[in-house]
């Protein structure tokens, strides 16, 4: 065992110094800490620059007919009703099916969306003192008993396109305008109608060209109160301009394949519910429209309020 001169030199001193008289916890001057030590460049967490911050998940509101996908269910249809909370779908088989209006909850073209409850339309915009058709707005205009005369068109598209552009005309007029679910059996349905004087009858017809079947059908009707029109185009949704949808041009669809399913297909919309929700959306007044379909409306028009 040591004396106690021999454990005061071996005692480390309270202050030790490195040789050129800097105390051995200063480096420069300045004391050597944790502070000291860590890199200028980088904060506490040198991983904090590779983050990328999250993707925003767009809202969509739930409008009527959009075709969107159940994300994690697979389940794929379009909106037919939204509530607070819920949104219905409808598949193409019919099937419905409710679902929350969860955050990300469906998939539009193959992104997220969290669908929202739409608001409430506003009204469409049209020229001042003009309906979607061009002719002169009648404000507040009394409601009438509907005229005994007619319109018919060949589907349901037809009928909620001449709804959007002369949609006012025929409410003033105090004309209906009825879906036929097709012209193969014209004849017949105009004789059960029985058109007269005061109870005429036009009718719109798809694809009216010489040759076509629709021609062979309309030539078996000859009541002279009754006026068949048509336009050339194969469906009416070819009636609407292509730049009212942003689109070159209508593509041609091979011959067996559903026309529908086929510019669908081309387009890369979903189905024909999608494709008729684009293209009905497009239509704000007669501007977005081919010329003979303008001109056989007004023709029809003309005729049953004559």
Do not use: N
């Amino acid at each position: 065992m040591g004396t106690s001169t021999e454990r005061s030199r071996t005692r480390p001193r309270s202050t030790p110094f490195r040789e050129g008289g800097a105390p051995a916890g200063e480096w420069g001057g300045r004391a050597v800490g944790s502070d000291a030590v860590r890199s200028r460049d980088y904060g506490t967490d040198v991983l904090a620059g590779g983050r990328r911050p999250k993707r925003a998940i767009p809202e969509l509101p739930a409008d009527r007919d959009l075709v969107v996908e159940v994300a994690g269910d697979g389940f794929c249809g379009a909106v037919v009703d939204c509530a607070k909370d819920v949104v219905t779908l409808e598949d193409r088989r019919g099937r419905r099916r409710l679902f929350p209006l969860a955050p990300a909850g469906f998939l539009l073209d193959g992104q997220p969306v969290t669908l929202v409850r739409p608001r409430p339309a506003a009204p469409r915009k049209s020229r001042p003192g003009r309906t979607a058709s061009g002719s002169v707005a009648v404000p507040d205009a009394p409601a009438r008993v509907a005229r005994g005369s007619r319109i018919w068109v060949e589907g349901l598209h037809d009928a909620a396109l001449v709804e959007r552009v002369w949609g006012d005309d025929l409410r003033v007029e105090a004309v209906v305008v009825e879906p036929l679910d097709g012209v193969d059996d014209l004849a017949a349905r105009v004789r059960a109608f029985a058109p007269e004087r005061g109870r005429r009858l036009g009718v719109l017809v798809d694809h009216l060209v010489p040759g076509s079947k629709e021609s062979r059908v309309v030539a078996r009707v000859t009541d002279p109160h009754v006026l068949v029109v048509g336009h050339p185009y194969v469906d009416v949704w070819q009636a609407v301009k292509p730049a009212a949808l942003g689109i070159a041009g209508w593509p041609e669809v091979p011959r067996g394949l559903d026309w529908k399913d086929g510019v669908c297909r081309a387009l890369g919309w979903s189905d024909p519910r999608d494709g008729w929700r684009r293209v009905l959306g497009a239509v704000d007044s007669y501007a977005d429209l081919e010329v003979p379909l303008l001109r056989s409306m007004e023709e029809l028009i003309d005729f049953v309020t004559g």
